[in-house]
């Protein structure tokens, strides 16, 4: 099966620094990859995803990379702010055999902002 | 809109014992998926509904289980409760099953098992 790893487990910076946080997948057959964002005690939330024809998608502070060939994917933050501090989990999904595309979770990154 | 409804919050539960936990998708939605995040990993995927069917199933063992209902909501099953059940459950929901359909999260279920 599909195994998501995600680096780095801890990540801390200062306020107005920039963030990555970077992902890999093994299946090739995998082609989404969308990012959650997930506060202490809260649901996951979707903050930006990216399908397998498109290198890079960007939305204000935030982006996403795509490097089929190597199997790898990052989430780049700019301008951080103390509330982008939280849990980020990558994932990785492909079609399954009942039709259905299901996402693989990486063990995620916490990422401290301090002002 | 309500978001994706989840009970109860939070349960305990004795080893051997059984677990049913409920789940309302937003309006609108047809499928239904749900997963476990064990304390400092990522969510680990258990089943996927669509249209009271299931279209996928994650590596966990027959203990668990669960169903649709015709309104779209949810049950996950759980027999035969061990320690390593102990984790958040959560329910999420999604338009459709494909690559891109955003899925939406619950809050989750707190489980403890003792």
């Known amino acids: 099966g599909e195994n998501v790893e995600q680096h780095p487990s801890t990540l801390s910076v200062q306020e107005g620094d920039s963030a990555v946080i970077k992902c890999t997948y093994s299946d090739s057959a995998s082609n989404y990859f969308p990012w959650y964002k997930q506060e202490l005690g809260k649901r996951p939330q979707l903050i930006i995803d990216?399908?397998?024809?498109?290198g890079e998608k960007k939305d204000q502070r935030i982006a996403v990379t795509l490097n089929k060939t190597a199997k790898h994917f990052s989430l780049h933050i700019t301008e951080t702010q103390p509330e982008d501090s939280a849990v980020y989990f990558c994932a990785a999904s492909k079609e399954g055999s009942g039709g259905s595309y299901i996402p693989t979770f990486g063990r995620g990154t916490s990422l401290i902002v301090h002002p | 809109d309500a978001g994706v409804t989840q009970s109860p919050t939070h349960l305990i539960k004795t080893r051997g014992q059984q677990v049913t936990l409920r789940c309302s998708p937003i309006s609108g939605h047809k499928s239904v998926s749900w997963y476990q995040q064990v304390l400092g990993q990522g969510p680990q995927f258990i089943f996927q509904?669509?249209?009271?069917?299931?279209?996928g199933r994650g590596n966990f063992p027959d203990r668990f289980s669960a169903r649709q209902f015709p309104n779209y909501s949810s049950e996950l099953n759980v027999n035969a409760l061990l320690l390593g059940d102990s984790a958040l459950y959560l329910c999420?929901?999604?338009?459709?099953?494909?690559?891109?359909?955003?899925?939406?999260f619950g809050e989750g279920s707190w489980l403890t098992v003792v």
């Open positions: 990216i399908r397998s024809n498109v």
């Open positions: 509904y669509y249209e009271k069917e299931e279209r």
């Open positions: 999420a929901s999604s338009l459709g099953t494909g690559g891109g359909n955003t899925i939406y």
